[in-house]
């Protein structure tokens, strides 16, 4: 996959205010069992913990042990209040505004599980989590093959799990701030949701 994007990458189906299309709550889980455990197993096994913000959040988010704090940022309100790991809840539509409304260094990682296929300026949202997570501190993105299609990005819809890979692999390296991002498919092959991850380190400010 080119690194470039071609024009469209980010138009979707449906490019109404997406505030509509969240506003009625949904509590369901969008990954199967198996996948939500592997999402677990890997925060886990990378550490996440501390100060922690899931992005583009809902009702769970997924974590064996819950944060010490846990601030978790989506498009429903009920849902997020929902969230029993959650400490902090904040309403907020990447889509419309990418730039976080939190202040430097204010994480020590950063988490998107099943939804960075719905972001139409990821390059933008990236970079902005490189500046809210301290230097040293994990951005972990999780995905599997299910969505609403409407709302997910032309490109993602065209294509295949391995360049899903390879695009939320150029998210990270286009935004700066992060270090090599590490691919790994999280289930193994077979019946059953897939899993694949993409993580990076954000990098000391020069």
Same mark, same amino acid.
């Given at each position: 996959?080119?690194? +470039? =994007?071609? %024009?469209?990458? =980010?138009?979707?189906?449906?490019?109404?205010?997406?505030?509509?299309?969240?506003?009625?709550?949904? @509590?369901?889980?969008?990954?199967?069992?198996?996948?939500?455990?592997?999402?677990?197993?890997?925060?886990?096994?990378?550490?996440?913990?501390?100060?922690?913000?899931?992005?583009?959040?809902?009702?769970?988010?997924?974590?064996? +042990?819950?944060?010490?704090?846990?601030?978790?940022?989506?498009?429903?309100?009920?849902?997020? $209040? $929902?969230?029993?790991?959650?400490?902090?809840?904040?309403?907020?539509?990447?889509?419309?505004?990418?730039?976080? %409304?939190?202040?430097?260094?204010? @994480?020590? $990682?950063?988490?998107?599980?099943?939804?960075?296929?719905?972001?139409?300026?990821?390059?933008?949202? =990236?970079?902005?989590? $490189?500046?809210?997570?301290?230097?040293?501190?994990?951005?972990?993105?999780?995905?599997?093959?299910?969505?609403? %299609?409407?709302?997910?990005?032309?490109?993602? !819809?065209?294509?295949?799990?391995?360049?899903?890979?390879?695009?939320?692999?150029?998210? =990270?390296?286009?935004?700066?701030?992060?270090?090599?991002?590490?691919?790994?498919?999280?289930?193994?092959?077979?019946?059953?949701? %897939? !899993?694949?991850?993409?993580?990076?380190?954000?990098?000391?400010?020069?």
């Amino acid at each position: 996959m080119s690194e +470039e =994007f071609a %024009p469209g990458f =980010f138009s979707r189906d449906d490019e109404a205010d997406d505030a509509f299309f969240y506003a009625t709550p949904r @509590f369901v889980t969008h990954i199967d069992e198996r996948a939500i455990a592997a999402v677990g197993a890997l925060y886990e096994e990378l550490g996440v913990r501390g100060r922690v913000l899931d992005l583009m959040s809902s009702w769970v988010s997924h974590f064996r +042990e819950k944060p010490v704090q846990l601030t978790v940022l989506g498009m429903n309100a009920a849902e997020l $209040a $929902a969230n029993r790991q959650a400490s902090a809840v904040v309403v907020h539509d990447l889509n419309a505004d990418p730039a976080l %409304p939190f202040v430097d260094d204010a @994480f020590d $990682a950063a988490t998107c599980c099943v939804s960075v296929d719905y972001l139409t300026q990821p390059i933008a949202v =990236f970079a902005d989590v $490189a500046r809210v997570v301290r230097p040293g501190g994990l951005f972990v993105t999780t995905f599997s093959n299910r969505l609403f %299609p409407t709302k997910a990005i032309r490109a993602w !819809l065209a294509s295949d799990d391995a360049t899903h890979v390879e695009i939320v692999s150029a998210y =990270f390296r286009k935004a700066g701030g992060f270090g090599p991002p590490q691919v790994r498919r999280c289930t193994p092959p077979g019946a059953g949701d %897939p !899993l694949f991850a993409v993580w990076a380190p954000v990098l000391a400010n020069l």
